[in-house]
Structures are given as structure tokens and as C-alpha cells.
């Protein structure tokens, strides 16, 4: 009898590891993606998030983003060729900003070449929304944070309604389709032990109505209750292509870094070349490359990349 060999399955992190072994991150001349902060509003209790402790953690956190420190950020980006990327959100829910449409009128008129991926929960991603975001095509990408399969899972974790949720979905593939596919719509799910099993039915059920999926884990959203505080030696991409401004334009390591722990620059008070240039951004991407990203606490307790 022929002895069958189980399935090899490869992890996302032996993939990581695999492709920077054979290229090292380097710093691009402009960050190629930049996120901002319009807003830290949301609407949803996710667990895996940290947002509920923002306002607490970081006292200086504004709430809303100004029009200033906004047109600030989108001025210094125009005819800098490197940026392909802007994604307006980063602790906050995009759908429930306040002047959302015209920011991203901004974006599109100065930045024509530059994508816009919105992220939402989906929840006040209403059909009225989705009209005005399709038929002016105010952005490329809609990602709705789904997360699950099933509708009891879905509403003890995230704390809001899945019947909205899907139906602005569904609304949302409808709309895009009649208008000719005009915006990708993508599904994203972040594997946590609430929703363990579900990922499979996840795709089943979307397969072939949206765009794509992003598969993510709660490794670095969820990482202040699973410290690993271990010396890992992997540089992290993030840090040689991304910028991440928060609602009052202070600048901050990456997408993790939600209470502002580390703080690389201020765009009310520098350019965004400079601090994009900054030694202090330097010190932390050679410690990043030396393999002493230990040396940095909050990439210490993160998994994202070890
Ligand atoms: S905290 Fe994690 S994601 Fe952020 S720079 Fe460090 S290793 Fe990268």
C-alpha cells in the first residue's frame, strides 16, 4: 500500500521570510503608500481592534483631521511619481467621515495617477454612498472588513448589524457591475479565534462576486495580549515604502502603531520629504536591516513580521 503524503501547507510567515531572504527592503526615494487618519470616528466595536482606546492612550489625538494638515499631506505628493497608493483611513471608519466625498475630489484632481483604497466595516457604506463613490469613481478600491461567515460570530465580534452590512455589500457588487466594474470591491478577513472555521464558507459564498480577498491575521492588531517579546531579525517592509499620518498630522512608525508609540515626524511642522528622510526614521530602518528591530519595543511584541 502507497502511503499518502499529507498536503504541505506553507505559512504566511515562511513565505515572508522566504522573499526577504532574497530581497532586502529598500528605502523607496518617496513613500510608495501613504495612509491618512481622516478621521478616528468608527462605528463598530471590533474585538481584535484597539480603537476603543485611542482618545485614551494618545491624549493629543485629534478627532477629525483638519483641512489644512489634510491639503498639506496631498499638496507635497503631487509629481512625486513613487506614490501609487493613499489610503484615507487608518484607525477610523472612512464611510462615517465627515466630508469624506470632497477629500477624495481633492485626492483625485491633484493626484489623477494615484489609487484610493477606501477600508470600511461596511455598516454606514449605504447605497446612496456607494452611488456617488461608483458614478464618480472616487475611488479604485472599496476593501470591506467582513471578517466572518456567519451572522451570530459577526455581530458578537465587530457589535454591529450583519444584515446592513451585507446588504450594502450586496448593493455595492450590484451597483459596480451595472456600471461596468468601474471600482474593485475586495473582501477582507482577519483569521482570530472568534471566527476560526469560517474562512472556507468565507470564500464559497464570495467567490466570483467580488474582485478579491484579503486574508490578514490578528497578529498585529491584537498584539498587546499576546506579547512574544522575542529577538526576531527580519526587517519589516513597511517601514522603506509606507507612511502612516495620524488625524493631527503627526507621522507614525506603521499601520500598528495605533496609540502614536512612535512618532517619526509632524507634517504641521515639517515636509513630508523630511520626514520621510528624517534620522530618526533612518535609525529605526538600520535596526531594521542590523536584525536589532528588538530594540524597538513595539516591534518587539509584533508578529507582523518575524
Ligand atoms: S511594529 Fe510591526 S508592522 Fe510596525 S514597523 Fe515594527 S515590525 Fe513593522
Redesign the pocket.
Known sequence: MIAQSKPYLISRNFCKKIYHQLKKPRKTKFPEIISIELSTLCNAKCKFCPHSNIHEKDKKRAINMSEEVFRKIIDQCVDHKELKLIKPSLFGEPSITPHLFERLEYIKEKLPTVKIRLISNGLAMTPEKIDKLVENRLCDEINFSLDADEKETFEKFKGISWDKVIRNINYSILRNNESGKRIRIILSFVCTPENEGQLKGFKERWKGKVQGFHIGSES?VRRRKNLINKKTTLP?P??FNRLNFLSDGRAV?????AYGEVIVGDIKEQNLLDIWNSPKFGNIRRLHLNGE?YK?P??NI?E??Y
Open positions: 498585529g519589516c513597511q517601514i512608525l506603521c499601520c500598528i502603531d528591530k524597538i513595539l516591534c509584533c507582523e513580521w
